[in-house]
């Protein structure tokens, strides 16, 4: 069973019996089904579609359709594998190419694209000829997230199998998916019904002979990711900031030879070969998003939200944030993001998905010197008067994922807190409920 392995989910609940309840609600969701909460219908979706029979085989179109709403794939894009179960030849593609052409000797080894028992298939670059594109290719493997924009959340390529001795097709087997890192699972391919399309004159309906698909799913415990985002606050009613936990995506090494982050000091003079190396902090994550209360009006509220690159080498295209709070159930305003609420009826909370301005703010800079780079938004939320309160936490975030990979929050007893009301809110019974907590969950483990 491949699940991703959470921190405790941070609602800092006033009454402690409403702490357990949800403790228990975040063990059924996260222990028995093993998807992400927010993102319950998230996949990635491999369809083969045979669409016309050749003497020596068939000719299919394989479409990519990421339906996860806030992961992506980047640079340097997606690639695709199988095994074929017969002799199959690949005699030609277009909108994508099989990376090894293996031993063609039994053939005209000039017109086939690919003899490999086990082709690994990558897509297009954007310069690719007329001649070898289709519909939805030649992106460079790139793929948005469903969320995001619907018309980039698929890639397609066509192809030309033969040497199966007839008009026959088999099924591969065994599909892998990398996108562009491993963590997904790809299930074997099944019979579906045929998929349908209309003809180029909009008034007839046709199908193809035969569809198979696959299903791939994500997980972060497979791809065994460290962290790469954390999550810090602040407010206007207290002057602490409290920071992201330390050693949240790591922990500074003690061997000072050993380079694993960058000081100040010394990023003006190393200026190449940065790529994945962070600036120093406690944190050591490349990314930290920083949650800010900034005002509190009779009826809305504002925070202020802003994503922090600390890599020297990396610049993040087509960056995403989800956050995850009660107050998005009400209606927002954002100013410098581009964005949407995500419906998620499984929990009471709502979701929002945050995103780049075209040509404004899309591209997360890498760091420069001792600046990260950062993309800021202030965002204005309606008050419910029946829920909002400063008091406990309330008012931070539940989770955040920074592309779809989970932030780790501080922990709710160093949440900034109201000025002389903070000790007294019933934390006394949450150092028992976190022990057993764990507990639990060592016990899952084992
Ligand atoms: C697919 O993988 C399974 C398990 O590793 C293996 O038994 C099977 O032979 C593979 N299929 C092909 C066509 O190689
Ligand atoms: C390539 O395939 C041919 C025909 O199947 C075979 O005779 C030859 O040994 C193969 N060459 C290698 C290097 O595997
Ligand atoms: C693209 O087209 C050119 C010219 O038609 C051809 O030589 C080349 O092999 C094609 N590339 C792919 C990946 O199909
Ligand atoms: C990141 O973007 C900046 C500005 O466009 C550019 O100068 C820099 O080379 C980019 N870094 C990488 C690693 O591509
Ligand atoms: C916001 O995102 C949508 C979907 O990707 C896009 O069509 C639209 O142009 C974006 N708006 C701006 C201002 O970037
Ligand atoms: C009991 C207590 O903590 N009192 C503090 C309340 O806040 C003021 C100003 O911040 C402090 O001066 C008090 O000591």
Not at 90 to 97: E, H, Q, R
Not at 290 to 313: D, P
Not at 327 to 356: M, P
Request: net charge negative; hydrophobic share 35%; glycine share 6%.
């Amino acid at each position: 069973m491949a699940c991703s392995w959470e921190r405790l989910p941070i609602a800092v609940i006033s009454s402690s019996v409403e702490y357990i309840r949800q403790v228990i609600l975040f063990l059924t969701v996260h222990f028995s089904h093993c998807y992400d909460p927010l993102d319950p219908d998230g996949s990635i979706t491999i369809t083969f579609d045979i669409y016309q029979w050749r003497p020596d085989g068939y000719e299919a179109m394989v479409t990519v359709q990421n339906f996860y709403q806030y992961r992506h794939v980047e640079k340097p894009g997606w690639k695709l594998g199988w095994t074929w179960t017969q002799n199959e030849v690949i005699w030609t593609m277009t909108g994508a190419l099989a990376l090894r052409q293996g031993n063609c000797s039994a053939f005209n080894v000039q017109t086939a694209h690919s003899c490999k028992r086990d082709p690994v298939i990558v897509d297009l670059m954007p310069e690719a000829l007329p001649e070898n594109r289709t519909e939805n290719c030649c992106r460079g493997g790139l793929v948005s997230a469903w969320g995001i924009d619907r018309r980039r959340s698929l890639s397609s390529f066509e192809m030309l199998i033969g040497n199966l001795g007839g008009p026959r097709s088999y099924m591969p087997e065994n599909l892998t998916f990398l996108g562009p890192g491993p963590g997904y699972t790809c299930g074997p391919l099944a019979d579906f019904p045929p998929t349908v399309f209309s003809s180029t004159d909009v008034r007839r309906e046709m199908q193809v002979f035969r569809t198979w698909k696959s299903t791939c799913t994500y997980s972060n415990f497979l791809a065994n990711k460290v962290p790469i985002c954390c999550v810090s606050l602040s407010t206007f009613y207290n002057s602490d900031v409290t920071p992201c936990p330390t050693c949240s995506c790591g922990c500074r090494l003690a061997d000072k030879n050993t380079l694993s982050c960058i000081s100040n000091e010394f990023s003006t003079s190393l200026s190449t070969e940065l790529d994945h190396l962070v600036r120093c902090t406690d944190h050591m994550c490349p990314v930290r998003v920083h949650w800010h209360i900034k005002n509190n009006y009779k009826e809305y509220w504002r925070v202020k939200l802003t994503v922090s690159n600390y890599n020297f080498g990396t610049n993040y295209t087509d960056w995403n944030v989800v956050v995850q709070h009660p107050g998005f159930g009400q209606s927002i305003e954002y100013y410098s993001f581009n964005g949407t609420t995500l419906g998620t009826i499984r929990l009471a909370d709502e979701v929002a998905l945050f995103w780049g301005l075209t040509f404004y703010n899309d591209v997360l800079l890498q760091a420069v010197e001792d600046q990260p780079g950062s993309v800021t938004t202030e965002i204005l939320l309606h008050k419910d008067l029946n829920t909002f309160t400063l008091e406990n936490g309330w008012a931070f975030p539940r989770r955040v994922y920074f592309n779809g990979e989970n932030c780790e929050m501080p922990m709710p007893d160093n949440f900034p807190g109201l000025p002389n009301s903070s000790s007294n809110h019933g934390y006394g019974i949450l150092p028992l409920i976190l022990a057993l907590f764990l507990s639990f969950k060592i016990l899952l483990w084992l």
